[in-house]
């Protein structure tokens, strides 16, 4: 590589991490930049659940302490938004106004929280779980005892449901076409996996049809959920599980071709030959499914990480996707999924 | 957490309001029952360019000095405060502009420089501000109240402090800076806290009167006023000028008079003049000024008539660095001018000590009719701290040694030789008091004598009556802290520097060190005896001082021949804390292996 080489990654999460070993790895003279939205170093959001476990001061989740980037010669830049990327000229804008110029650039944004239409409404009555922040201002919110209604039931939620009931809180499902996502479990299925969910003591509300969330009445758990039945659930919080929306926004005019994610090829790279992606934020080419498709879960994404920044330092590797992707229950009839697994 | 020790820096441009939004801050925590210490930097120039820096630190136990590292930056302008990112300590927090208008070149914006470590917090200041005012001026007031809610600070004391600060003007200019604070307030309840930095309760209630802020050259004007001055004259020059400023405004309505002159020559003799004529007269002035003003300082040594300046120093030699803070008229203050002119020299190390050194001064200038110069320095004259003063008026109301009556056709001898050898004093139309006052030496009358006798004795009653100034009442001319007995490493210290020295060997104590240090009050006449018994006890011992070479160092092992370890800085800022430890620790190290 050229000596000084800047190569850019946003966002840091287990994609853009990994990303940034294998560039500094491979080119240890190269200039790396990683931008984040979050106030917070890399942190893996697999953890988060641990705040329920007491772990409630954010330094014990991270990956790597904060001096590791000074040491590998990374500028970390934090709360900061990108807005634009100009694969042409080399150069991506920041929502404060300063233009940066690079070399490469690598989209690791990922996902966030899929809100569907009909939910929209109660959007500020509702608690996301995407980040150490709002990890903590459920812990705040839940009672001691107290009861979350998860809305979907991705597996990110679910995963979450499993600390939340070994630690002492209760949690009530409300299953939607999102529950088990990103797994696709077909419809003769979906009852084994919910009566596993209820074995492990989550009430799973099925079948009726949600018609509005409402703070609860005085003296009541804070919100109500009102279904088309007439039946009612209250929960001290409301949490949307319903999978996710990749973060490709600010990417709308860098004129690579998008889809839902960024679309790249088996090497990860996009239409423009100075922009790759990897992670969630990605659909990547399939030649065997002759099209386009999403790879979830943390090995996936770490493996994505690596391939696409070996690939912008001069390899040619397609991307190839790391074990099962199948919903199982295991030996003694829990539910298991590859998606909960990482290192 | 019980205990608070919270700094923040606020650093801008000029124009900003960084000063401003600092002063609120300190004096908010003050009014809070905080112990508060603060000190600003600021450019040369008036306006437009340069960088201006407030840093506030608030504690509930006694502190004497800065932290090296603090907790919170606060940037207004982040092509200044890029540059003070390095001094947050890690899991601090790190706040600035996140919506600027203006486009950016790479690296121009504070996130770029923000250490992993850091927590920061983009604030749309401007915003904020313009959506609660209609205008971005008061942003740097949008910050305190992002600030407020961040750590828990007392709203209702900066509602207070800012509604003070903008009574003079139309009451909607106040009205608008409380709701850019309250927006700032709202704003950052989005915001969750990551950073580590806390505020615990104040350690007591301020009882109002007792508890005060101000800066040493506040505290001057406070002492000047009441120790009862009569006359001030005085030319501006920083950092001095506010001395003359203040005393301005409170002089006349204590029927006190002061005059600006047209420069420093006129300001002493005219102080020179009051002072013959029985007024408890005061110039100020820096470096500079005092350079110009040595020559009628020797009249007054000459003419034993009592007089009081203090001088501010900043950085030098000639016009220097006149916003930067030095220790290096020492030499100047206790030496400057012609022949032996010995006169009293006093360096105050705090606040309080500014207000006692400023009364006590005029005391000495009475008791022992000459003058005394009080030395400052710019980071003393202008940081602000929490000042506990007494209710009662602790000097003395009028020290001199009057003229008995005389027997009738005996001449009157100002100049009169006695046993302390202070000789009565009479001012100009006192009767029985008429006599002869010049610069050239003199006899007992006061007329003109150049005889070998005369010139001998005259000379040691100029310097010998000063010996009784290093027992004058009420008045630390020397002291020590820390362990008792024979140590390892003792600082010696004077002025400003001293409040970094006393917490530097707190440091060294708790590492283990047996340790002490010693403030010097008074350098001239220099009290010999405390030196030598500290120096006696002290297996190494450390100078720290704001000057090239040592200036006090030089004095002391001048007079008292022992070898001293220098630590000196010529930066512009003060001493730091850790500078101090780390010579401390060499020096104990060193002693250990040998």
């Known amino acids: 590589m050229a000596k000084g080489t800047h190569h850019v990654i946003i966002g840091i999460g287990i994609a853009g991490n990994r990303a940034a070993e294998i560039l500094r790895e491979r080119d240890p003279d190269c200039r790396i930049t990683m931008i984040t939205m979050s106030r917070l170093p890399f942190y893996n959001r697999y953890d988060l659940p641990k705040v329920f476990r007491g772990v409630r001061d954010w330094r014990e989740i991270l990956v790597d302490p904060p001096a590791h980037y000074d040491k590998s010669h990374i500028t970390l830049r934090r709360d900061s938004r990108v807005t634009n990327v100009d694969g042409q000229r080399g150069t991506l804008t920041f929502a404060h106004n300063e233009e940066i110029g690079f070399d490469r650039v690598v989209v690791c944004t990922g996902g966030s929280g899929y809100l569907p239409e009909d939910l929209t409404d109660y959007r500020h009555l509702m608690n996301g779980f995407a980040t150490f922040e709002s990890a903590m201002t459920v812990y705040e919110l839940l009672p001691e005892g107290g009861r979350v209604v998860m809305l979907g039931g991705d597996m990110i939620g679910l995963d979450l449901a499993r600390t939340l009931l070994e630690t002492g809180y209760r949690v009530t499902l409300v299953v939607n076409d999102y529950t088990f996502w990103p797994h ?42 009102v279904f088309e039945d007439g039946s009612e659930v209250f929960g001290d919080v409301v949490m949307p599980f319903c999978g996710l929306v990749p973060s490709v926004e600010f990417m709308l005019s860098s004129g690579v071709d998008i889809e839902r994610g960024l679309l790249v090829n088996p090497q990860l790279r996009t239409t423009n030959e100075r922009i790759w992606a990897a992670g969630d934020v990605c659909q990547i080419w399939s030649a065997e499914e002759n099209a386009y498709r999403f790879y979830y879960g943390w090995n996936n994404v770490r493996a994505m990480g690596e391939v696409a920044a070996r690939n912008m330092t001069g390899e040619d590797e397609p991307f190839v996707s790391i074990g099962d ?12 999924s590859p998606f909960w697994q990482h290192d | 957490m019980d205990s608070t020790d919270l700094q923040i820096i606020i650093c801008g441009s000029a124009g900003d ?38 840093r506030v630190r608030v504690t509930t136990e006694q502190v004497y000095s800065l932290k090296r590292r603090s907790d919170v930056l606060v940037s207004l302008d982040d092509s200044h405060a890029i540059e003070h990112v390095g001094e947050v300590r890690d899991f601090g927090a790190v706040i600035f ?50 600030l407020a809610q961040m750590y828990g600070l007392p709203v209702a004391a900066f509602h207070e402090i800012i509604a003070d600060k903008f009574k003079t003007k ?11 604070f309250d927006a700032g307030f709202e704003a950052a309840g989005a915001y969750f806290k990551l950073d580590d930095v806390t505020l615990g309760p104040p350690s007591h209630v301020a ?31 920083t950092p001095a000028t506010t001395i003359m400023e203040r005393l301005a405004v409170e002089m006349p309505k204590a029927g006190a008079r002061l005059l600006q002159t047209e420069d420093e020559i006129s300001a002493i003799a005219a102080t020179i003049g009051a002072g013959y004529a029985g007024s408890r007269a005061a110039t100020a002035t820096s470096g ?42 020492l030499n100047l203050a206790v030496f400057g001018g012609a022949g032996d002119a010995q006169r009293i020299v006093l360096a105050p190390t705090n606040v309080e000590g500014c207000y006692r050194c400023a009364g006590k001064a005029f005391e000495l200038a009475e008791k022992f009719q000459t003058p005394v110069v009080i030395l400052l320095d710019l980071y003393l004259s202008n940081r602000y701290e929490t000042v506990v003063f007494s209710k009662d008026n602790i000097f003395e109301p009028n020290c001199s040694k009057g003229v008995k009556t005389q027997d009738p056709g005996q001449a009157y001898q100002r100049f009169q030789l006695t046993d302390d050898f202070v000789s009565p004093r009479a001012v100009p139309g006192e009767a029985g008091g008429m006599h002869t006052v010049t610069g050239l030496e003199h006899n007992e009358l006061g007329r003109p004598s150049d005889s070998a006798e005369m010139h001998t004795r005259m000379s040691a009653k100029r310097h010998r009556k000063l010996e009784g100034a290093l027992a004058h009442p009420d008045l630390n001319i020397c002291k020590r802290f820390g362990d008792e007995g024979p140590v390892d490493v003792g600082i010696l210290a004077w002025g400003s520097t001293f409040g970094e020295s006393l917490e530097a060997m707190m440091a060294a104590q708790a590492e283990g060190i047996r340790c ?49 370890s220098r630590l000196n800085r010529v930066t512009g800022a003060p001493m730091q804390v850790e500078e101090i430890l780390e010579q401390v620790r060499a020096l104990a190290k060193g002693r250990a292996a040998a």
């Open chain 1, 184 to 225: 696709r479990v077909a419809a003769d299925q979906r009852g084994k996996y919910l009566e596993a969910l209820e074995r492990l003591g989550i009430e799973v509300h099925a079948g009726a049809k949600l018609e509005s969330v409402k703070e609860g009445p005085k003296g009541m758990p804070a919100r109500c959920l």
């Open chain 1, 325 to 336: 992707e199948e919903l199982y229950l295991d030996k003694g009839g829990h539910i298991a």
């Open chain 2, 17 to 54: 309001g960084t000063i401003a939004a600092g002063d609120i801050l300190k004096r908010a925590m003050a009014r809070a029952g905080y112990k508060v210490i603060a000190f600003d930097l600021y450019p040369a120039e008036i306006r437009g360019f340069g960088k201006c820096v407030a």
């Open chain 2, 97 to 146: 502009e996140n919506a600027p208008i203006a486009r950016l070149g790479e690296g121009r914006h504070m996130s770029a420089h923000v250490k992993p470590g850091q927590i920061p917090y983009g604030l749309a200041q401007r915003e904020v501000c313009e959506r609660a005012t209609s205008s971005s001026r008061s942003r740097n007031i949008v910050v305190l109240g992002f």
């Open chain 2, 170 to 180: 139309a009451a909607v200019v106040g009205e608008s800076n409380i709701r850019a």
């Open chain 2, 207 to 237: 009882e109002g009167a007792d508890t005060v802020m101000m800066t040493g050259n506040g505290a001057v004007v406070q002492g000047c006023l009441d120790a009862g001055i009569g006359t001030f004259f005085g030319y501006p020059i």
């Open chain 2, 288 to 329: 500079p000024g005092l350079a110009l003003m040595v020559e009628m300082l020797g009249l007054g040594v000459m003419a034993e008539v009592p007089c009081v300046i203090f001088v501010s120093q900043r950085g030098g030699p000639s016009t220097g660095m006149p916003t930067k803070t030095e220790q290096s008229d």
């Open chain 2, 516 to 564: 002490s240090a010693m403030k010097v009050v008074m350098l001239s006449p220099l009290p010999v005896d405390p030196i030598a018994g500290f120096l006696a006890d002290c297996k190494e011992v450390l100078v720290p001082e704001l000057n090239y070479e040592g200036q006090l160092a030089n004095l002391v092992s001048g007079q008292l021949g022992r070898p001293l």
